[in-house]
């Protein structure tokens, strides 16, 4: 095991180098930068040219790539030009509020998910199984944009219950436990639409694979052996059964941090997926490529969890 660790580890340096040349180029050499996404009529060339040295954007492509590479190395991802600070501060001050919602939406997600998968497949072609594939495939079908502003139309604008947006009350000085309870409550909608979006493909995953697993032979030989039935299922099956949704665990570990776009901009959420959306329309492209480097680390770190939980959760599978 330990030598399988550090050859993964070795392994992901040529990866992570071939990631940051491809996202280095491709936005460095998109139509445009900075200077032109906020450029105004009063702006003369001159201005422009000095406005470009000063960003350090006149400078050659390679010299450039070495100079953001060799940062990066140093856990420096250059300034934001849009913020005009670190990018680590900016990621710092937003990810976490998107790491809120999707880690908490992700526990539910799964908990469902695995819950009436098992239920779907012990019970296949029964009324439940009928149904739960009936709204799977309806969270499924529906974009979330369209769902979170129903979900707003219904719970905010007709019965109030909860806020139409925003992380807090503005305005409000709330402290301790009224401070949580009102983050809770600013929380609801969208981990509501989180949950419904990716519960339905994670029950599926797990439905199938259940299905498989069940129709084993040491599954009848488990059964055969007057093994009680919850037995069979959760500690026999379930657990093979879950070997196919451990990849999508580990790649959802960059969705924790990459932010819901939509969503954030829906339910006016201060998270990373929305200052990700303005920097595309800024062409702040130090951010950008910070961000999209920070999330192919996660990427690869994701494929190799799910690598070591594989032979976890599966004795057979040898990790050399």
């Not at 070591?308 to 004795?315: C, F, K, R, V």
């Amino acid at each position: 095991m330990k030598q399988y660790v550090i050859r993964r580890l070795f392994n992901m340096i040529p990866t992570l180098i071939g990631i940051s040349l491809l996202i280095f180029f491709v936005l460095t050499l998109a139509p445009g930068d900075f200077v032109d996404a906020n450029s105004n009529p009063n702006l003369t060339a001159e201005r422009a040219q000095e406005l470009r040295e000063i960003y350090g954007l006149d400078k050659p492509l390679m010299e450039r790539y070495f100079t953001w590479i060799g940062n990066v190395l140093k856990g420096e991802f250059g300034d934001s030009l849009m913020y005009k600070q670190p990018v680590t501060k900016v990621l710092n001050d937003y990810m976490w509020n998107s790491f809120l919602l999707a880690v908490v939406a992700l526990v539910l997600y799964w908990m469902i998910a695995v819950f009436v998968g098992i239920f779907s497949a012990t019970r296949q072609y029964s009324l439940f199984d009928a149904g739960a594939t009936f709204f799977v495939f309806a969270a499924m079908s529906l974009p979330s944009f369209f769902i979170g502003l129903l979900l707003i139309k219904l719970f905010a604008v007709d019965f109030n219950i909860f806020p139409v947006g925003g992380m807090y009350t503005t305005g409000s000085n709330l402290s301790g436990f009224a401070r949580l309870w009102d983050l809770a409550k600013h929380m609801f909608l969208p981990v509501m639409v989180l949950t419904m979006i990716h519960a339905g493909s994670l029950t599926r995953y797990i439905r199938t694979s259940m299905l498989e697993v069940i129709r084993q032979d040491y599954i009848r030989t488990a059964r055969a052996k007057g093994l009680k039935e919850k037995m069979v299922i959760y500690k026999h099956a379930l657990r093979n059964a879950l070997l196919p949704a451990i990849t999508l665990f580990g790649l959802e570990l960059p969705g924790l941090f990459a932010g819901a776009i939509i969503l954030e901009k829906i339910y006016n959420w201060p998270g990373i997926g929305r200052i990700n959306l303005e920097a595309v329309g800024l062409r702040d492209y130090p951010f950008l490529m910070g961000f999209t480097m920070f999330l192919a680390l996660l990427t690869v770190l994701g494929n190799f969890l799910a690598d070591l939980l594989y032979g976890t959760a599966d004795p057979r599978i040898r990790l050399k």
